[in-house]
Nanobody
Framework: HVQLVESGGGSVQAGGSLRLSCTISGLPHSSTYCMAWFRQAPGKKREGVAHVDDDGRIFYTDSVKGRFTISQDRANNTVYLRMNSLKLEDTAMYYC???????????????????WGQGTQVTVS
């Protein structure tokens, strides 16, 4: 049974910081996994924020470069998203996702990610 569980969301003032965590369990064996953070604001499409390969290659969407940092502790099956200098437009539900492929293959396409967490809300005011 695959589970991705996010935590760390909340309400913060603009300019503040939050760190999201995603703990993963039960993923079937795969030669590689791309772990990603997506977000979805009301009335908007789900967008990829950042993702990381097994070997540590990292990708960020342009709007978060320099402010967000994705990291992973694969030994403990946890992926993090550190968010600094938060802006009003960062307000969204944030989701952790996993895909059994290289990130360069799945890129930011949410339809190519098989496993999802339930989401954690981030509100910037």
């Amino acid at each position: 049974h695959v589970q991705l569980v996010e935590s760390g969301g909340g309400s913060v003032q603009a300019g503040g910081s939050l760190r999201l965590s995603c703990t993963i369990s039960g993923l079937p064996h795969s030669s590689t996994y791309c772990m990603a953070w997506f977000r979805q604001a009301p009335g908007k499409k789900r967008e990829g924020v950042a993702h990381v390969d097994d070997d540590g290659r990292i990708f960020y969407t342009d709007s978060v470069k320099g402010r967000f940092t994705i990291s992973q502790d694969r030994a403990n099956n946890t992926v993090y998203l550190r968010m600094n200098s938060l802006k009003l437009e960062d307000t969204a539900m944030y989701y952790c996702a996993a895909a059994g492929a290289f990130c360069s293959v799945v890129t930011n396409d949410p339809y190519l990610f098989s496993y999802w967490g339930q989401g954690t809300q981030v509100t910037v005011s």
